[in-house]
Protein backbone atom coordinates (compact mmCIF):
# COMPACT_ATOMS: atom_id res chain seq x y z
CA UNK A 1 0.00 0.00 0.00
CA UNK A 2 1.08 3.41 -0.91
CA UNK A 3 -0.19 6.18 0.99
CA UNK A 4 -0.28 9.39 -0.74
CA UNK A 5 -1.85 12.01 2.01
CA UNK A 6 -4.47 12.09 4.14
CA UNK A 7 -7.79 12.50 2.26
CA UNK A 8 -10.21 13.89 5.41
CA UNK A 9 -10.58 13.50 9.18
CA UNK A 10 -14.01 12.84 10.80
CA UNK A 11 -14.73 15.80 14.00
CA UNK A 12 -17.61 14.94 16.16
CA UNK A 13 -19.36 18.45 18.02
CA UNK A 14 -22.64 18.62 19.88
CA UNK A 15 -25.59 18.40 18.57
CA UNK A 16 -26.31 22.11 18.96
CA UNK A 17 -22.56 22.92 18.33
CA UNK A 18 -22.71 23.73 14.31
CA UNK A 19 -22.65 28.15 14.38
CA UNK A 20 -20.02 27.62 17.34
CA UNK A 21 -18.25 25.49 14.62
CA UNK A 22 -19.04 27.78 11.80
CA UNK A 23 -17.72 30.71 13.97
CA UNK A 24 -14.63 28.79 15.08
CA UNK A 25 -13.73 27.42 11.88
CA UNK A 26 -15.16 29.84 9.13
CA UNK A 27 -15.38 33.51 11.03
CA UNK A 28 -12.05 32.80 13.20
CA UNK A 29 -9.77 30.94 11.14
CA UNK A 30 -11.06 32.12 7.66
CA UNK A 31 -11.23 28.24 6.82
CA UNK A 32 -13.90 27.49 3.56
CA UNK A 33 -16.92 25.62 4.50
CA UNK A 34 -18.34 22.72 2.15
CA UNK A 35 -21.79 21.50 2.06
CA UNK A 36 -23.49 23.56 4.92
CA UNK A 37 -26.56 23.97 3.13
CA UNK A 38 -26.82 20.36 2.36
CA UNK A 39 -26.36 20.09 6.29
CA UNK A 40 -28.91 22.01 7.13
CA UNK A 41 -31.45 20.80 4.47
CA UNK A 42 -30.97 17.44 5.94
CA UNK A 43 -29.53 15.96 3.31
CA UNK A 44 -25.92 15.04 5.09
CA UNK A 45 -25.33 14.40 8.36
CA UNK A 46 -22.00 16.78 7.99
CA UNK A 47 -20.46 19.54 6.96
CA UNK A 48 -17.12 20.18 5.64
CA UNK A 49 -13.94 22.52 6.53
CA UNK A 50 -11.69 22.77 4.02
CA UNK A 51 -8.14 22.68 4.80
CA UNK A 52 -6.24 22.93 1.83
CA UNK A 53 -7.46 21.62 -2.34
CA UNK A 54 -6.92 18.17 -1.15
CA UNK A 55 -7.77 17.74 2.93
CA UNK A 56 -10.67 18.76 4.72
CA UNK A 57 -12.32 18.11 8.11
CA UNK A 58 -15.99 16.82 8.21
CA UNK A 59 -17.90 18.07 11.13
CA UNK A 60 -20.83 16.12 12.57
CA UNK A 61 -23.52 16.96 15.14
CA UNK A 62 -23.95 13.93 17.22
CA UNK A 63 -26.35 13.46 20.07
CA UNK A 64 -23.98 11.40 22.26
CA UNK A 65 -21.21 14.19 21.86
CA UNK A 66 -17.97 13.35 24.63
CA UNK A 67 -15.79 16.02 24.74
CA UNK A 68 -12.27 14.82 23.57
CA UNK A 69 -9.66 13.96 26.09
CA UNK A 70 -5.83 13.14 26.81
CA UNK A 71 -7.06 9.48 26.20
CA UNK A 72 -9.08 9.35 23.32
CA UNK A 73 -7.84 12.55 21.37
CA UNK A 74 -4.33 14.51 20.90
CA UNK A 75 -4.41 17.14 18.42
CA UNK A 76 -5.05 17.80 14.91
CA UNK A 77 -1.69 19.28 12.93
CA UNK A 78 -1.91 21.04 9.83
CA UNK A 79 1.02 23.13 7.53
CA UNK A 80 0.10 27.30 7.32
CA UNK A 81 1.86 29.58 5.29
CA UNK A 82 3.58 32.50 6.58
CA UNK A 83 5.70 33.25 9.95
CA UNK A 84 4.52 32.55 13.44
CA UNK A 85 4.77 36.19 14.74
CA UNK A 86 1.53 37.03 11.84
CA UNK A 87 0.12 33.79 12.90
CA UNK A 88 -0.46 34.54 16.27
CA UNK A 89 -1.73 38.23 15.36
CA UNK A 90 -4.03 36.79 12.50
CA UNK A 91 -5.67 34.61 15.69
CA UNK A 92 -5.44 37.35 18.13
CA UNK A 93 -7.31 39.48 15.95
CA UNK A 94 -9.89 36.75 15.79
CA UNK A 95 -10.32 36.33 19.19
CA UNK A 96 -8.57 32.95 19.43
CA UNK A 97 -6.68 32.05 22.14
CA UNK A 98 -2.99 30.60 21.98
CA UNK A 99 -2.60 27.53 24.33
CA UNK A 100 1.25 26.90 23.37
CA UNK A 101 4.01 27.11 21.10
CA UNK A 102 6.81 24.57 20.22
CA UNK A 103 8.84 23.92 17.82
CA UNK A 104 7.79 20.07 16.94
CA UNK A 105 9.19 17.31 14.81
CA UNK A 106 6.64 16.53 11.96
CA UNK A 107 6.13 14.87 8.49
CA UNK A 108 7.14 18.30 7.34
CA UNK A 109 10.46 18.65 9.40
CA UNK A 110 10.98 20.81 12.82
CA UNK A 111 9.05 24.39 12.67
CA UNK A 112 7.17 26.41 14.63
CA UNK A 113 3.69 25.89 15.69
CA UNK A 114 1.17 27.56 17.75
CA UNK A 115 -1.80 25.34 19.31
CA UNK A 116 -5.00 26.36 19.60
CA UNK A 117 -8.64 24.66 21.04
CA UNK A 118 -11.52 24.46 19.41
CA UNK A 119 -15.24 25.34 20.83
CA UNK A 120 -15.25 21.30 21.55
CA UNK A 121 -11.97 20.89 22.99
CA UNK A 122 -10.23 20.04 19.69
CA UNK A 123 -6.63 20.96 19.79
CA UNK A 124 -5.34 22.11 16.62
CA UNK A 125 -1.59 22.38 15.92
CA UNK A 126 -0.89 25.07 13.34
CA UNK A 127 2.32 24.54 12.05
CA UNK A 128 4.43 27.44 9.99
CA UNK A 129 6.10 25.93 6.63
Known amino acids: MDVEAIDHVNLHIPEDGVDEAVAFYRDG ?19 SVRLAPAHVVHVQPDPAFEPPSSSNFDHLAVTVSGDAESLKAELDAAGIEVDRELDPLGATGTNPAVYVTDPFGYTLELKVA
Open 29 to 47: LGLELENLDLFEAGEKPFF
